[in-house]
Every structure is written in structure tokens, then in C-alpha cells.
């Protein structure tokens, strides 16, 4: 059995130490592949560096809506040049958030914007984040699509069934992540996932956060590791009424078309 994991934050202060050791762990527990999200530009340049150490390893290159007050002319400079490496296989993490909004909205939709042009420019996919601005980011996706030759995955979907569909519809893939293995906060994403078609299904630890709540016994840290893709992979199945292997082998061969995933890059 291989699993991808389509999302993970390898480049976090959380794994500087023990780096390898993750990776190793990971690999042991049949992750075959793994795709490090850049989430700012000193991010995505550090998610490349790691990229380029193995051939299962790969990256996105973008600007979080977090980090949103940081982008600029330069940042969309930055963010082309990484794009034609052939380790960065997706623009983003880009998209908004207005739970927090540790970045002014108006910040979050010009970078947004910007790195959906970007997506558009490269012909590469598109690596979404949405959190509570479902209706506005929507608008911003669906007004771009026709351009987004290399489409896109709404990243650590956490949403419910009316969103799922309107992702689907439009022809996004899914993001599924720890979170549902959680009952009690993941109840909206339980149902919408067996609605995922087989062909627009993706898995991700979103690691060091997001542990999954089914691991037993318990960790004593609270440190997500990719090497619990296993754990996503098993609750998504129960939901889907599927095998662990069925789901196994259809998200990661998605996420190898999706990415355009190869040993040397894309």
C-alpha cells in the first residue's frame, strides 16, 4: 500500500530538529511521496531546499492569507521564479482567511488574486486555503477558472456537503486531512466526504498540525507527523464504505495526476 500526502508543513520550526527522523518515520509507514506546502516566500523557498533532497519529495510556492500583508510586486517575482522549478508542482498556499484575520481581507484577496494569475500564467494547479470566507473566495475561484488550466485541490477541506458539491461542480479536487477523524468538530466534513468522487480525492496530514483524534494509545505530543496518513486513510475509508486499500490506491494515483508528479520533479 503507497499514500501521498498532499499537504505537509515540512519546512516548520516544529521539525527542524528531528527532520529526517520524520521522514524516515513517514517512509516506513508507506508514504510514498509528500508534497511540502509553502505558505510564505522564506517558506517556500525552505519547502524547495527540502524538496530537492529526495525524489519523493515536491512543493507548492506561494503566500498564506496570514501572511497576505507581506505580498507585493516582488513577492509575485519571487513566487514565477520559484514556478519554474521542477520541484514546485502548485502555487499556494494561497486563498483567504477570515477567521483571524491576521491579514487585513483587503491584503488577503490582492494576494489571492495574484497567485490565482500566477496559476494561470504557469498552467499550474492551484493549492487552496479557505476558512470562513467560503462565499467570497468562491466568487474569486469560480471567476478565474477558465484559466486555470492546471485546476485546483481546496486544501484541508473542512466544510460540509453543500460546499463539497460546489467545489465538485465547478471541478476542484478535495483535500481531506485528521480532521475527520474527528466526530464532534468534523461532523460537516463526515458527510460530505463519501460524496467525493473517487477520481477528486486527496489525502493530507496538514502535519505538525492537525493530529488525527483515532490514533490510540494517544501521543504524549501534540505534533502531527506524516507517518499518520495511515489514520486519514482509514476513517475517509469507513465513511466511504470502501477498503483502506481501495482509497490508498486511488488518492495517491490522483495525486500523482494532479501534480504531475515524477521522481525528478514534474
Known amino acids: 500500500m503507497e499514500l501521498i500526502d498532499i499537504g505537509v508543513n515540512l519546512g516548520s520550526q516544529q521539525f527542524k530538529k528531528d527532520l529526517d527522523d520524520v521522514m524516515a518515520r513517514a517512509r516506513a509507514a508507506d508514504v510514498a511521496g509528500m508534497v ?12 524547495l531546499e527540502i524538496a530537492r533532497g529526495a525524489d519523493d519529495l515536491w ?15 516582488s513577492s509575485a517575482i519571487t513566487i514565477r521564479k520559484l ?5 514546485v508542482v502548485a502555487v499556494g498556499e494561497c486563498g483567504l482567511d477570515f477567521n483571524r484575520n491576521f491579514s487585513e ?4 484577496r490582492a494576494a489571492y488574486s495574484a497567485q490565482l494569475g500566477i496559476a494561470a500564467e504557469t498552467s499550474l494547479p492551484v493549492f487552496l486555503h479557505q476558512r470562513d470566507a467560503h462565499d467570497e473566495f ?7 477558472w477558465p484559466d486555470l488550466g492546471g485546476g485546483a485541490v481546496v486544501h484541508c477541506f473542512t466544510d460540509g456537503p453543500a460546499e463539497a458539491e460546489a467545489y465538485l461542480e465547478l471541478g476542484c479536487y478535495l483535500g481531506i486531512t485528521g480532521w475527520v477523524t474527528d466526530a464532534r468538530r468534523g461532523d460537516a466534513l463526515r458527510r460530505a466526504v463519501p460524496l467525493i468522487p473517487d477520481e477528486r480525492l486527496l489525502l493530507e496530514t496538514d502535519a ?8 490510540r494509545p494517544r501521543p504524549k505530543s501534540r505534533r502531527n507527523e506524516p507517518m499518520h496518513m495511515i ?6 475509508a469507513e465513511l466511504r464504505g ?18 504531475a508528479l515524477t521522481a525528478g520533479g514534474r
Request: glycine letters at 4%; hydrophobic letters at 40%.
Open 208 to 215: 505538525p498540525y492537525l493530529m488525527p483524534q483515532s490514533i
Open 242 to 259: 470502501q477498503a483502506i486499500e481501495e482509497v490508498a490506491a486511488l488518492s495517491t494515483a490522483n495525486a500523482r495526476h494532479f501534480f
Open 231 to 236: 489514520e486519514v486513510a482509514r476513517a475517509v
Open 105 to 108: 481581507p483587503e491584503a488577503q
Open 59 to 73: 512543493c507548492t510556492a506561494g503566500v498564506h492569507p496570514h501572511d497576505a500583508k507581506t505580498w507585493s510586486d
Open 83 to 87: 514556478c519554474a522549478d521542477s520541484k
Open 36 to 47: 511540502i506546502t509553502g505558505t510564505s516566500l522564506a517558506g517556500s523557498l525552505r519547502a
Open 138 to 144: 468562491f466568487s474569486t475561484l469560480k471567476d478565474a
